[in-house]
């Protein structure tokens, strides 16, 4: 079975620039999360989907960012306009368990894209 | 707003030697609690939870609710488990988790 897939694996940019991530989940899973890890930093939450609705959006950090789950499938975030700040490693992950991860719920995650921007 | 805490950026030890890994948490609530793991190279995953009360690859972690800690432990280490390690609490009632800034294991010979 394939594992959480997330396009491009590196990206440069030029600040001021626009790029988007793409997460494709393990088939049938539900829950389709975006985390951010900047460098020497803990892996931030930066929001939840449940199929193609918006559960949680608190971690996005400004309206640059926006990501979008079309037909609950494949998800993307889109940075636009990116700052210098926005360089990272943006990780997907997707979960089946719907009650929630305290009851045995287990993240599945991709290899995450780094994004430089320069 | 859940909060995890791992104090040590860096942990080297010998192979064979012990290893501890902390941890700590707040939480109102009953906790749930995850280690994850990235090993070089792999994708980070699910090393062991809580709730299982399980061993894996030698690693076992003892909720301590006194203290409100999650230490991860081996009592002897391999080169193999050199990796980055996060401590992973649930995020209150929301179906996601908060990760720890991570501890970097360097097991060497």
């Known amino acids: 079975e394939a594992g959480v897939t997330q396009f491009p694996s590196h990206s440069v940019i030029e600040k001021g620039q626009t790029v988007t991530l793409r997460c494709d989940p393990i088939s049938g899973h539900d829950n389709l999360y975006w985390y951010r890890r900047v460098m020497g930093k803990e892996i931030k939450f930066l929001l939840h989907?449940?199929?193609?609705?918006?559960?949680?959006e608190s971690g996005m950090p400004n309206n640059r960012f926006l990501a979008e789950r079309t037909g609950g499938t494949y998800s993307t975030l889109k940075v636009q306009p990116a700052e210098l700040e926005d360089s990272g490693v943006y990780f997907c992950?997707?979960?089946?368990?719907?009650?929630?991860?305290?009851?045995?719920?287990?993240?599945?995650f991709g290899e995450g894209s780094r994004l430089t921007v320069l | 707003a859940q909060r995890v805490t791992q104090p040590e950026k860096l942990l080297s030890v010998f192979k064979g030697a012990p290893v501890e890994l902390k941890c700590n948490y707040s939480?109102?609530?009953?906790?749930?609690l995850f280690w994850y793991v990235q090993y070089s190279r792999q994708r980070l995953q699910l090393l062991l939870r809580?709730?299982s009360r399980e061993s894996i690859k030698g690693f076992t972690a003892d909720l301590n609710k006194g203290e409100t800690s999650f230490h991860l432990k081996k009592p002897f280490a391999q080169e193999e488990d050199s990796a980055m390690y996060y401590c992973?609490?649930?995020?209150?009632?929301?179906?996601?988790?908060?990760f720890g800034a991570g501890t970097t294991v360097t097991v060497r010979a």
């Open positions: 809580h709730i």
């Open positions: 989907f449940v199929k193609e609705s918006k559960q949680d």
């Open positions: 992950a997707s979960s089946q368990d719907r009650d929630g991860v305290w009851v045995g719920g287990e993240l599945f």
């Open positions: 939480y109102s609530g009953s906790p749930e």
């Open positions: 992973a609490p649930p995020v209150a009632d929301d179906y996601k988790l908060s």
